[in-house]
């Protein structure tokens, strides 16, 4: 909602098929079929594709399985909250546990409760699920853009999956806000917010070819907050 107010595109939700009721690939499988679908009606060129979380790793793993397929990259990609790597893998996901008290990830980096609710006894190094991992499939993607904070667990991720990108010489941005953690952005009152919302806009109109609103408000004042 914060992409489409601020950047006046057509956003879609896609409602995929989620685990445990389903198993890998199944939200892939849904999402490419959403693309095909817009792949009719206009140009790669004129779509991006975006997701925070679950939908940030769910995001790269699509953008994998496009290139399995053989469909054009879209024009642009948005990881905010994730990287390449399904597991959260790196340093940051284990400060982060500390800190926070969470489910730390055992020694080999798995984490049970994601194999149990979608992933399965999947290779977690298979492209499919971690492109980060696939130099040739790297070289593929469009202008991708990261999106996490100091405190997230997903800090390691996103940042290794941007210097992949970066010295394959793909466009890649990453924007790190301090003192902030996971999906940080989704409280659309906060200041930083409103600095990552802008951040996504001017993204995704620079690399979809469209031109910034010249007069917009932000979610939090359309929704009368100040």
């Known amino acids: 909602i914060p992409v489409a107010a601020m950047t006046c595109m057509n956003v879609l939700a896609v409602e995929y098929r989620q685990g445990p009721e389903h198993r890998f690939p199944a939200a892939s499988e849904d999402v490419a079929a959403v693309y095909r679908a817009a792949l009719a009606r206009m140009p790669a060129a004129h779509i991006g594709i975006f997701g925070c979380s679950a939908g940030g790793v769910l995001t790269g793993e699509s953008l994998a399985w496009f290139a399995k397929e053989k469909l054009p990259m879209p024009g642009a990609a948005g990881l905010f909250c994730a990287g390449g790597d399904a597991r959260y893998g790196g340093d940051s996901r284990y400060v982060m546990a500390a ?107 620079k690399h979809l070819g469209t031109a910034v609103p010249a007069s917009h408000h932000s979610p939090a004042e359309a929704a009368g907050t100040r």
């Open 99 to 205: 800190i926070n008290d969470a489910l730390l990830p055992h020694a080999d980096g798995t984490l049970p409760i994601m194999e149990d609710l979608y992933y399965g006894d999947v290779d977690f190094r298979d492209p499919l699920v971690s492109p980060v991992f696939s130099e040739a499939l790297l070289a593929q993607f469009p202008p991708t853009l990261f999106i996490t904070g100091t405190r997230a667990a997903e800090l390691s991720n996103a940042s290794y999956m941007h210097s992949r990108l970066v010295d394959l010489e793909r466009v890649s941005d990453l924007h790190v806000w301090e003192g902030l953690g996971h999906a940080f952005h989704l409280d659309a009152k906060l200041p930083e917010s409103q600095q990552a919302y802008r951040v996504m806009t001017r993204f995704f109109a």
